[in-house]
């Protein structure tokens, strides 16, 4: 059976299906937590999250094989309220898992992804990170395939404006 | 072009690919986020009954309170004299479609309201027709709103309804009252509905002051929709010796969908229509329902549907639907062709306003010369394929404002190893037709 058949059968309430469907997306969405959440607890409960929900809505996903876009949409969207939730509360440094975040230019890179709103963020996670298509992007979030093009290219602009300060300050 | 950016956005996706992943672990909470879920459904179901019945309740009140602010006599006189309504007055009076629905009653006083910690949601009233839901909301904050904006948007029936295009303002305080905020959610429906159910539900996701507040309030509209009027207007016309088929004008309160296609045979593409609007006996003017570029949807069949301002409650003796500007460029000049590999333009419109300024396998940028009182609200690109015909992802497209006589745009692709040269279709162009459409629409 395909992905887009095992789909289809999901959306229509078939519960084996939907298990086949978080098990084919698994590795995609634990990939797309660990780029929020850094640690191993945080990203495993928000794949429990993300199943929960994707469950309760699956009935509205209406393209079958934009269902793995959906999943990852889904999953951005609970890290980045759960990243909000933190900021609130104090962060020890130490409690961010090295393995994700061990040299500087990465660092780097995630200070300026956090920079961006939270709508920008997820479009370049879809887009860079997990290679999905503009056109699929742009059914999956509502809006035409021109305005997802022009925001990719304001958010890169944005990018190179923060490094570029960033190169300023550093030799100084 | 970016190169340097992106380049780190890859080394960092593939950094993350290193990172090991608990995949045992991860089948444990997959089991346990769907058990969650199927337990909660059980709970609602046996719930259910009893919200039915609240619901009710609140349908009733609604009702009442509705039927006594009608009997007013301010309230049917103008927009503003709505109580709550005079807020709302700058964001529908550039809309001659809004501003008839107000007058003609035609919009619902809701007043449903959600409070999370000091914030508060309100629903102040909604527009519903078959073609759409605009929601009129305002949000009370206890301290000032220096930056506010949506994070995501549903709107629930029974289930979670479709839509092509969900529109709101780009969220900005008011700068006398900066703890409120008022805005107007306009939502497409995908296809034209009819509700036999009334309850809905608004889910708004939204960042304030850096805090997530996710708003979710159930309301009951008190009166179903008025029917659409649908012409079937099977009329062709011709300009510049292009055909146009105007096939059908559907007339709803909130917007007027004019579905339009073009004669495969024509010798000239057309791209935009720049100004398309509905005009009666007295040269009065409906717009486009957006400001400047028309909503259009592509359906399978190569049809577009444009949506103009609504003439829904207006009784005019003749009403024409007129387009002045219409962008079209010969057939074999709708589309550019781009060697990245040699830096050359191949192929472009034969008035030779396209130059090529600089490419690479993973973008180009290119300037379009345009005259002093030309404008061109679009970016040009459509699509873009290989030699091939493999069609190659856009990863971003931007365009610039008028400089020096020209436009600046820079197109990034993605290198899959496509083989060049690449042929780009144009999504607009400022070049226009020779003549203009004007025909009459039946009035009833």
């Not at chain 1, 200070?111 to 056109?135: T, V």
């Not at chain 2, 009129?136 to 979670?160: A, D, M």
């Not at chain 2, 009334?198 to 009951?220: A, G, M, R, Y």
């Not at chain 2, 300009?239 to 073009?262: A, C, M, N």
Request: with cysteine.
């Amino acid at each position: 059976m395909d992905e887009t058949t095992i789909a289809q059968k999901a959306i229509k309430g078939d519960e084996e299906a939907f298990i086949d469907l978080l098990h084919i997306h698994k590795e995609s969405l634990l990939r797309t937590a660990f780029a929020f959440l850094k640690n191993e607890h945080d990203v495993l409960e928000a794949l429990q999250e993300t199943t929960y929900r994707a469950f309760k809505k699956i009935h509205t996903l209406k393209e079958p094989s934009y269902a793995k876009t959906w999943l990852i949409r889904i999953m951005i969207n609970y890290c980045q309220d759960q990243l909000k939730k933190d900021k609130r509360l104090v962060r020890s440094g130490n409690e961010i898992d090295s393995s994700v975040s061990d040299n500087l230019t990465q660092i780097e890179l995630q200070e300026a992804l956090s920079a961006l709103s939270p709508n920008d963020q997820k479009l370049i996670h879809m887009k860079y990170f997990q290679d999905i298509k503009i056109k699929e992007i742009a059914a999956i979030e509502k809006i035409p395939e021109g305005t997802v093009k022009s925001r990719l290219h304001k958010t890169l602009r944005m990018l190179r404006k923060y490094f570029e300060d960033k190169g300023e300050i550093d030799h100084v | 072009m970016y190169e340097k950016e992106e380049q780190k956005l890859y080394d960092f996706k593939n950094h993350l690919k290193q990172v090991p992943l608990p995949m045992t672990q991860a089948d444990n909470a997959i089991m346990q986020g769907l058990e969650r879920a199927k337990r909660e459904k059980m709970q609602t179901r046996a719930k259910r009954k009893q919200t039915l019945w609240s619901m009710a309740a609140v349908a009733l009140l609604i009702l009442t309170l509705v039927t006594t602010i009608r009997v007013s006599p301010t309230f049917a006189s103008a927009v503003a004299s709505i109580p709550g309504m005079d807020k709302f007055v700058e964001l529908i009076q550039n809309d001659k479609g809004l501003t008839a629905i107000f007058k003609n009653d035609y919009y619902q006083p809701i007043g449903e309201t959600q409070t999370i910690g000091h914030t508060t949601l309100t629903i102040d009233g909604v527009i519903l027709d078959e073609s759409g839901m605009n929601i009129f909301y305002t949000i009370e904050s206890p301290i000032e709103i220096n930056n506010i904006s949506i994070e995501n948007l549903v709107l629930l029936n029974q289930h979670e309804l479709d839509s092509t295009s969900v529109s709101y303002s780009s969220p900005l305080p008011e700068e006398e009252s900066p703890k409120i905020y008022t805005d107007i959610i306009k939502y497409t429906f995908e296809e034209p509905k009819n509700f036999e159910d009334l309850s809905f539900t608004l889910e708004l996701k939204t960042t304030l002051n850096d805090n997530q507040f996710d708003f979710s309030v159930p309301f009951i509209i008190p009166e179903n929709t008025k029917p659409s009027i649908t012409y079937e207007m099977e009329k062709e016309v011709e300009v510049d010796g292009q055909k146009i088929f105007i096939e059908q004008v559907t007339i709803h309160p909130l917007r007027v969908g004019v579905k339009i296609s073009f004669d495969p045979t024509n010798t000239k593409k057309i791209l935009q229509f720049e100004d398309m609007r509905l005009e009666d006996e007295n040269g009065e003017i409906w717009s486009s329902a957006t400001n400047g570029i028309s909503s259009s949807n592509l359906t399978e069949d190569g049809e577009v549907i444009y949506y103009l301002q609504s003439n829904y409650f207006e009784k005019p003796k003749q009403l024409y639907l007129r387009i002045d500007k219409i962008q079209a460029v010969d057939q074999e000049d709708s589309y550019f062709i781009v060697d990245t590999d040699q830096h050359i333009l191949l192929h472009s419109p034969k008035d030779g306003r396209l130059a090529l300024t600089d490419s690479n396998r993973s973008g180009f940028k290119m300037t379009l010369k345009m005259d002093l009182a030309e404008e061109l609200p679009y970016g040009i690109d459509r699509q873009i394929t290989d030699a091939n015909g493999e069609l190659i992802d856009t990863r971003y497209s931007g365009i610039s404002d008028v400089y020096e006589g020209k436009k600046f745009m820079d197109i990034g692709i993605e290198d899959n190893g496509y083989i060049n040269p690449l042929k780009v279709d144009l999504f607009a162009y400022p070049n226009y037709l020779k003549g203009t459409v004007k025909i009459e629409i039946p009035t009833k």
